[in-house]
C-alpha cells in the first residue's frame, strides 16, 4: 500500500468540469492532473501508473467505458468513478463488467467525489 | 385444347372471361349484354341475374342520372377513360371504382352499346390513406427524434455548467472554513461564469420554440388541418372518434406550416385525450373569416370541459396533466400563434366540451 498520495487523474471533454474537480479536489488536500483527451491520459498512464481515475463517459471520441475497457485490457486494476449526465441500463450493465468501484450521474455529490480519493485503496 | 386451337372469337372471349377486371357490356338501352366472372365477383349479381337487366341495378340512388349521360356519350362514338364514381354491390355496399368505357360497334361499324371495365378502388383508396398515415408518422417521428435529440443535447449542456457549479460550490464550503478568502473569491467567479453559460442554454431553448424554421408562405388552410389530423389520428388511434372539418376548401393562410400543424395537433390530442372513455367523442374544427380580416380557427370537443383550476392556468409553461407529456404545451402554442400575428385563447365555460380558438393571418 503506498504510503505516497495517491496519483489522480480526471479525464472528461468539458474544460469547466475538469477545472471545477480539480479544485475541489486540491482544497480537499489533493493533487489531480486532468486530461480533456482520452488518448493524452491513455498515453501518460502507461508512461507512468495512476492510482484513481475519475472519468467522464460522454465524450467525443472515446467513451468513458471504452477506455476503462483498454485499461482493463492492459492489466490497470486500479479503482475507477465513471460520470454520466444520463444513467441508463445499458451503461450499469456494462459497467458491472469492468469492475467500476462506483457509478455515478453528474453532478456528482461532492463528499462523493473527495471519498473516492481518499479512500485506502 | 390449348388457347391457340381456340377460334379468334373464342380466344378473345376466353380472355374476357379470365380478367381479374369486371368487364361488362350493355346496348343502347342500358341492357346488359356481358358479364364476366369478374363482375360477378366484384359486385355480387351472377351473369344469369344481371344479362337482360338494366345496368342501373348497379347503381346507388344518387348515381342514377350518370347513365344517361354515359349512354349519349357513347352513342357519339366516345370513349370515357376512368371516370371515378360510385356503383352497388348485390348486398347493398357502396363501393368506389373506375370505369373506362368505349363503344361496341357491330360488323358494320355501327355503334350498338357499350363495353365497360370496372375497377375497384378500395383497395387503392386504402393504400392511399396508409400512404397518408405513414407519412404523418413519419413527420411525426422525425420530430420526436429532432426534438429527443434536441433534449439530449440540452440535457448534457445543462449538466456541465451543474457539475461544474456543484463542485466549486463544494469547494467554497471548505474555502469558507479554512478562511481563504481568495480561493472563495475565486471559486465565486468560477460559478458565475458558469451561470452564465447556462443562461445561454436556455436563451437557446427559448429560440428554438420561438424561432425555429419559421418559413411563412401562403398554405391551404384545409390541406394543413387534413394533415395535423392525420398526425393526431396516428399519435392517438381512436376508432370511434368522430372528426368533422369545415374549411373553405380554397381557404389560405399564411402559415409556417410545421408550426401551425403543431399547434393543431396538441389541440386535436388534448381533445382526443380530454374525452377518453365518454361514448360520445368528437372533435369539430372550423375556419372563418373574423371581423379584423384574419381567419379564426376553432377546435371544439365533446368533452367534460375545462374546470377553473385548469382554466386559471391554461397557458402557463410547463403546465401539464398528462403523464408522458408529449405535447409542447399550450404556453408555446400560444407563443407560436402570436409569432403569426394571431392571438389564441379558449372559449368561456359553456355547455359543452373545451373550444379554442386562434387566429391566422388570411393570404390573398
Redesign the interface.
Known amino acids: 500500500m503506498p504510503q505516497r498520495l495517491p496519483r489522480i487523474a480526471i479525464v472528461d471533454d468539458?474544460m469547466?468540469?475538469l477545472?471545477?474537480?480539480r479544485?475541489?479536489l486540491e482544497?480537499?488536500g489533493h493533487s489531480a492532473e486532468t486530461f480533456a483527451s482520452p488518448e493524452d491520459f491513455l498515453e501518460e498512464s502507461e508512461r507512468a501508473a495512476f492510482d484513481r481515475l475519475i472519468i467522464d463517459q460522454?465524450m467525443p471520441l472515446l467513451t468513458g467505458l471504452e477506455v476503462v475497457d483498454r485499461l482493463r485490457a492492459r492489466g490497470v486494476n486500479i479503482p475507477i468513478m465513471l460520470?454520466t449526465?444520463?444513467l441508463t441500463p445499458d451503461i450499469t450493465t456494462r459497467a458491472r463488467g469492468m469492475q467500476l468501484e462506483r457509478v455515478v450521474e453528474?453532478?456528482?455529490?461532492?463528499?462523493d467525489?473527495?471519498d473516492f480519493v481518499t479512500a485506502r485503496a | 385444347m390449348g388457347i391457340n386451337d381456340l377460334s379468334d372469337q373464342a380466344r378473345l372471349a376466353a380472355i374476357v372471361e379470365s380478367s381479374d377486371d369486371a368487364i361488362v357490356a350493355k346496348d343502347l338501352h342500358g341492357m346488359v349484354l356481358a358479364w364476366n366472372r369478374a363482375a360477378e365477383r366484384l359486385f355480387g349479381y351472377t351473369a344469369a341475374e344481371m344479362i337482360g337487366h338494366p345496368i342501373t341495378v348497379i347503381f346507388p340512388n344518387d348515381r342514377m342520372t350518370e347513365e344517361a349521360g354515359i349512354l349519349e356519350k357513347v352513342g357519339r362514338g366516345e370513349r370515357i377513360e376512368h371516370y371515378i364514381t360510385e356503383r352497388r354491390r348485390k348486398d347493398g355496399q357502396i363501393i368506389r371504382v373506375s370505369v373506362t368505357i368505349s363503344p361496341l360497334r357491330d360488323d358494320a361499324g355501327k355503334i350498338v352499346g357499350a363495353s365497360k371495365i370496372v375497377r375497384d378502388l378500395t383497395e387503392s383508396d386504402a393504400h392511399e390513406q396508409r400512404i397518408r398515415e405513414l407519412r404523418a408518422e413519419l413527420v411525426h417521428v422525425q420530430r420526436l427524434s429532432e426534438m429527443g435529440q434536441f433534449i439530449?443535447a440540452l440535457?448534457?449542456e445543462v449538466?456541465?455548467?451543474?457539475?461544474?457549479?456543484?463542485?466549486?460550490?463544494?469547494?467554497c464550503?471548505?474555502?469558507a472554513a479554512?478562511g481563504?478568502q481568495a480561493?472563495f473569491e475565486l471559486?465565486l467567479d468560477?460559478i458565475e461564469?458558469?451561470t452564465q453559460?447556462t443562461r445561454d442554454v436556455v436563451q437557446r431553448i427559448r429560440d428554438f420554440v420561438s424561432k425555429r424554421q419559421v418559413a411563412l408562405r401562403p398554405e391551404n388552410l384545409s390541406r394543413v388541418v387534413d394533415e395535423a389530423i392525420a398526425l393526431a389520428r396516428v399519435s392517438a388511434p381512436d376508432e370511434g372518434l368522430k372528426l368533422s372539418v369545415s374549411i373553405a376548401p380554397d381557404a389560405l393562410v399564411y402559415v409556417d406550416r410545421i408550426q401551425v400543424q403543431q399547434v393543431l395537433f396538441n389541440l386535436l390530442r388534448n381533445g382526443i385525450e380530454a374525452m377518453q372513455g365518454l361514448t360520445s367523442r368528437e372533435i369539430v374544427v372550423k375556419a372563418s373569416p373574423d371581423a379584423a380580416g384574419m381567419i379564426e380557427v376553432s377546435v371544439a370537443d365533446s368533452g367534460p370541459g375545462l374546470s377553473p383550476v385548469v382554466r386559471d392556468k391554461l397557458f402557463q409553461p410547463f403546465v401539464t396533466t398528462k403523464a408522458e407529456g408529449m405535447g409542447m404545451g399550450l404556453s408555446v402554442c400560444r407563443t407560436i400563434v402570436e409569432a403569426h400575428s394571431g392571438r389564441m385563447w379558449a372559449d368561456p365555460d359553456g355547455s359543452g366540451g373545451a373550444v379554442f380558438r386562434f387566429t391566422l393571418r388570411a393570404a390573398a
Not at chain 1, 106 to 111: D, I, N, T, Y
Not at chain 2, 159 to 171: C, D, E, H, R, V
Open positions: 468539458d469547466a468540469v477545472e471545477s474537480t479544485f475541489l482544497i480537499s460522454h460520470l449526465g444520463a453528474k453532478p456528482a455529490g461532492v463528499q467525489l473527495v | 439530449s440535457v448534457h449538466n456541465q455548467p451543474l457539475t461544474a457549479i456543484s463542485n466549486y460550490i463544494g469547494a464550503r471548505r474555502l479554512a481563504n480561493g471559486a468560477r461564469g458558469q453559460r
